[in-house]
């Protein structure tokens, strides 16, 4: 469920109209961009005040005070925000991700089918996301063959190797754009059987 708080000198809202700013959470807590917040009157029907998230997450509304329907929307990947919402000084709304998206590292979630390149093998299926992937370990998105072979990318943005059911290799981002939900990665070598990997390899996982 999506939540909002309020937050002030003394925790009271806000009760004159003045300046107020409003921070929109998503993953990890950290502010979404590009989201368009819209206050309304006391009638919950007529448009006081809108505005669109800045790059920390915040909005900064003018002329609204005390307790107002306040809607979040501009991104299939979170819920709409409506609720009721006491503002304050600076109040603070957490959206909830929408189905078929999961939070990892950064602040919009991930879909849930996802793509490495280069492939281990031609035929290697996208990753998904499962609460129980066949390698072991907590919720992930993974691609997993009948023969072991495949990846696993974590909630922590690490991308693990499987070759046979054996773990070659834990990369982290080499590089991370949470704008456009792209991730590379580069491996290093694994000489060992069954892993084979001479390292150097650039990966990108994308949606």
């Given amino acids: 469920m999506a939540r909002a708080f309020r937050l002030g000198g003394v925790g009271s809202p806000c009760c004159c109209e003045g300046t107020l700013i409003i921070k929109v959470n998503g993953c990890g807590s950290v502010g979404v961009p590009g989201l368009t917040v819209t206050v309304y009157e006391l009638d919950g029907t007529t448009v006081a005040f809108t505005g669109t998230t800045n790059s920390s997450g915040n909005v900064t509304a003018t002329g609204v005070s005390g307790t107002r329907r306040v809607t979040v929307t501009g991104s299939a990947r979170w819920a709409t925000f409506d609720a009721s919402v006491v503002l304050s000084a600076l109040t603070i709304i957490t959206l909830t991700v929408a189905s078929g998206y999961h939070c990892a590292c950064c602040p919009k979630p991930f879909a849930d089918t996802l793509n490495v390149t280069p492939k281990l ?11 129980t992937p066949a390698f072991g370990g907590p919720a992930a998105w993974e691609s997993h063959s009948a023969g072991g072979t495949g990846f696993v990318f974590t909630v922590a943005c690490q991308l693990k190797m499987y070759i046979s059911g054996t773990l070659c290799m834990t990369m982290t981002p080499h590089t991370l754009d949470c704008s456009g939900l792209i991730v590379t990665y580069v491996s290093s070598a694994a000489p060992g059987a069954p892993c084979f990997q001479p390292g150097g390899t650039t990966f990108t996982l994308t949606e």
């Fill in 121 to 131: 093998f031609p035929t290697m299926a996208p990753l998904v996301w499962t609460a």
